[in-house]
């Protein structure tokens, strides 16, 4: 008997109970390892519990109506992982849990206070979302008792230039403005950073202009950014101003945090639950996965606590997966690549180097 005969056996006990098979995970509980027997009689156990909770097949909720109730908990989920991440982050920084952490977030850190005691005017910090840069620069500031004004999400060019005149004095966070798409943005933010005349002018014929078209900067700025790109002169005219450092772990480094923050208490989750999940975690991603990081772990918590039974498919539909750079870690020669995905020899071998250097 081979998997597929034994699928087949598998769904007929959920035909005979009116019961969905698709709420049974086959190919995850399927065991290649072991003989069709075992497998069988593995499978059998595990059937027989999930279908006494399983509700019958006119009893399920109607799919519109289930689909919207995903969204909302996948959203809820993002939401709390936010928070839950940070409450984290604070917890291994007071009980020196990991050396890891702390190693990794020495520079920027220092950087931070660098520019709360008034030895630098700016500091730029890369690093993808879910690494803890909001966390760390916040904290560096409250540990130094420095007032900051925050701000994040989208502003036009007056926007910012009404923002930057109302608060000239102070020491802006900006964590992920779209600043990199917008010459006047970044004008802007040369002329607040500038080495001798730090004076900011912005003229428009526009009623929207609320205060005076030029002022002098006097604070400091801080830009949390995900994406370093490699060619725009203005944000390098930007940088040559401040600190600049980017913040990133490779993939076995955050594998590695992933366990250690699996070892700290989660709600009720017991630990047993809390290493399975980062273990699947380890199992379902790799080097080619784009969003890799620490807040991951806490949403897949949250998608457990939703649901035991399908909080795999809600967690992998959150994983963004590089599928050229899969097909590499799986071992396609340079010929098969570029077979198979159309791109160039160079393209394989910038992959591959994007790969070895993580």
């Known amino acids: 008997?081979?998997?597929?005969?034994?699928?087949?056996?598998?769904?007929?006990?959920?035909?005979?109970?009116?019961?969905?098979?698709?709420?049974?995970?086959?190919?995850?509980?399927?065991?290649?390892g072991i003989t069709p027997d075992e497998n069988k009689?593995?499978?059998?156990?595990?059937?027989?519990?999930?279908?006494?909770?399983?509700?019958?097949?006119?009893?399920?909720?109607?799919?519109?109506?289930?689909?919207?109730?995903?969204?909302?908990?996948?959203?809820?989920a993002e939401t709390q992982a936010r928070l839950e991440f940070?409450?984290?982050l604070k917890q291994i920084e007071e009980n020196k849990t990991t050396d890891i952490l702390e190693e990794i977030y020495l520079i920027p850190k220092q950087y931070a206070k660098m520019v709360a005691r008034g030895y630098s005017k700016g500091f730029i910090l890369y690093g993808c979302g879910g690494l803890g840069k909001s966390y760390l620069i916040m904290r560096a500031f409250r540990e130094e008792n420095k007032p900051f004004v925050y701000q994040t999400g989208h502003t036009t060019p007056l926007e910012l230039y009404n923002f930057l005149f109302?608060?000239?004095?102070?020491?802006i966070i900006l964590d992920d403005v779209n600043l990199l798409n917008n010459e006047v943005c970044l004008n802007l933010l040369k002329s607040c950073l500038n080495d001798n005349s730090r004076l900011v002018c912005y003229n428009t014929t526009s009623n929207k202009l609320r205060v005076p078209s030029s002022f002098v900067f006097e604070g400091s700025i801080i830009l949390l950014l995900n994406d370093k790109p490699s060619k725009n002169e203005s944000l390098k005219a930007v940088e040559s101003r401040v600190l600049n450092h980017e913040l990133k772990m490779d993939y076995k480094t955050i594998i590695k945090v992933l366990y250690e923050i699996a070892k700290m208490d989660y709600k009720e989750l017991t630990q047993e639950e809390r290493s399975k999940i980062a273990c699947w975690i380890k199992d379902n991603t790799s080097e080619a996965t784009k969003n890799l990081n620490l807040r991951l772990l806490f949403s897949c918590y949250e998608f457990y606590r939703f649901d035991k039974k399908s909080w795999k498919n809600l967690a992998k539909n959150l994983i963004d997966t590089d599928e050229n750079k899969e097909l590499i870690i799986q071992g396609y020669s340079q010929y098969k690549f570029c077979e198979e995905t159309g791109l160039s020899r160079a393209t394989y071998f910038r992959y591959k180097k994007e790969l070895i250097n993580q």
């Open 86 to 88: 940070e409450n984290t």
């Open 41 to 76: 009689g593995l499978l059998r156990e595990k059937i027989k519990v999930l279908l006494t909770e399983l509700p019958k097949k006119n009893e399920i909720m109607p799919k519109q109506q289930y689909e919207t109730l995903v969204l909302q908990e996948i959203e809820k």
């Open 1 to 32: 008997m081979n998997k597929q005969q034994i699928k087949s056996w598998a769904e007929k006990f959920f035909v005979d109970n009116h019961k969905d098979f698709s709420a049974f995970d086959f190919d995850a509980e399927y065991d290649d």
């Open 166 to 171: 109302n608060h000239r004095k102070d020491n």
